[in-house]
């Protein structure tokens, strides 16, 4: 039998870690340590209905009924509803936004408002549910910029330069919350039996040494020339722009961009959806920018990478609307500059 011993003063659990690094800011009032930590059980509770998939009817469909004659809620939707619910009365929050519905969230009626913003894709990968493959969470949180009252749809319309916190939940064979507040990457993993996430991957790194490249490749007849040279590059079937070839790194996809980010994160590499150019569908990429493209961007740049549109780094996008989408470099900084080189050579005809 696997005995198991827990070193009970090595214990770190999410909420004494956010605290702590509260005490780093002597301004700190305690509200973003209580937002984040309100995340951090909207994710616990997400993860339960995940890992219970087929057996608790929730991966029927919106519409449906079940047994007892009671609507059967999609996992995304349950998802959505279940952020908005842990989050819609706390008196942190001035507003919200999810990347399931159209418009800004207002807190609930009668409830008081807070400083922060909260931006949220509540179940990231869904193409993937019906699976059982790794689906996540990604969350944004900024401060308020309008002065008082209800949020603003500018509120949530703001630079990831501007990000006071983001992060992600994974749900895979185990689940794991992993944030930044601006002072390094962290990682917990949720102990099943406590119920609670525990550090165990404090500031996060990208190695150096990039192993994976992550793309839809069955994409590549849309793919404008720079994105399939950079590719071939990656393979190690085409010569850098100073002629030289680089090792092939290898192929991982999985498809749901939390698990594809966290495994390059950890391992090592690069992540992109780039502009389908030849796919009118995608012609600014599919993923979000404040959903999705921001909040990673700041977790990569924070653990020593970089991301890109193909031209400009995440961070200093403005977003014009809620669901304005972006290409997307992510990870390495050698190779994510590296793709804005071959855009730069092969495809300044086609901007
Ligand atoms: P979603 O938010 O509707 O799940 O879409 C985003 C997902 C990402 O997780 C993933 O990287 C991408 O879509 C995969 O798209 P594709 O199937 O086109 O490769
Ligand atoms: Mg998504």
């Not at 609507?71 to 279940?82: F, I, N, Q």
């Not at 330069?161 to 949720?190: N, P, Q």
């Not at 030289?244 to 950890?266: E, Q």
């Not at 500059?337 to 300044?348: G, L, Q, S, V």
């Amino acid at each position: 039998m696997l005995k198991q011993s827990i070193d009970q003063d090595k214990i770190m659990t999410i909420e004494r870690h956010i605290f702590d690094e509260q005490q780093s800011h002597p301004e700190a009032t305690g509200v973003l340590t209580s937002l984040l930590y309100d995340i951090a059980l909207a994710g616990k509770v997400i993860a339960s209905q995940t890992s219970r998939g087929g057996l608790a009817e929730i991966l029927g469909k919106t519409g449906t009924t079940n047994i007892q004659g009671e609507e059967v809620m999609k996992l995304d939707d349950l998802a959505d509803r279940m952020i908005y619910r842990l989050n819609d009365h706390t008196g942190r929050l001035a507003v919200m936004a999810s990347e399931e519905r159209e418009d800004i969230l207002p807190v609930s009626p009668g409830y008081p408002l807070g400083k922060y913003v909260l931006l949220y894709d509540p179940l990231d990968g869904s193409s993937n549910i019906d699976y059982n493959v790794s689906i996540g969470t990604i969350f944004a949180i900024y401060n308020r910029k309008s002065e008082g009252g209800p949020g603003t749809l500018e509120d949530c319309l703001q630079k990831g330069r501007s990000l006071v916190a983001s992060g992600y939940l994974v749900y895979g064979a185990s689940t794991m919350l992993v944030y930044t507040s601006g002072m390094g990457v962290h990682g917990f993993t949720l102990d099943p039996i406590v119920g609670e996430f525990l550090l165990t991957h404090p500031y996060i790194r990208i190695p150096e040494v990039p192993k994976y490249y992550s793309v839809n490749q069955g994409y590549e007849r849309y793919w404008s020339e720079g994105i399939s040279r950079f590719t071939k590059y990656l393979q190690g079937d085409e010569a850098d722009l100073d002629g030289t070839f680089r090792k092939g790194l290898s192929l991982r996809y999985i498809g749901s961009m939390v698990a594809d980010f966290h495994r390059n994160l950890l391992g090592g590499g690069v992540f992109y959806y780039p502009a389908d150019s030849k796919d009118p569908r995608y012609t600014s990429g599919k993923l979000r920018l404040a959903y999705e493209s921001a909040p990673m961007a700041f977790i990569t740049e924070q653990a020593g990478g970089t991301s890109s549109n193909g031209s400009q780094n995440i961070l200093d996008l403005q977003p014009d609307s809620l669901h304005q989408r972006t290409p997307l470099f992510i990870g390495n900084r050698e190779l994510v500059e590296k793709a804005e080189a071959f855009i730069r050579k092969y495809d300044k005809q086609e901007k």
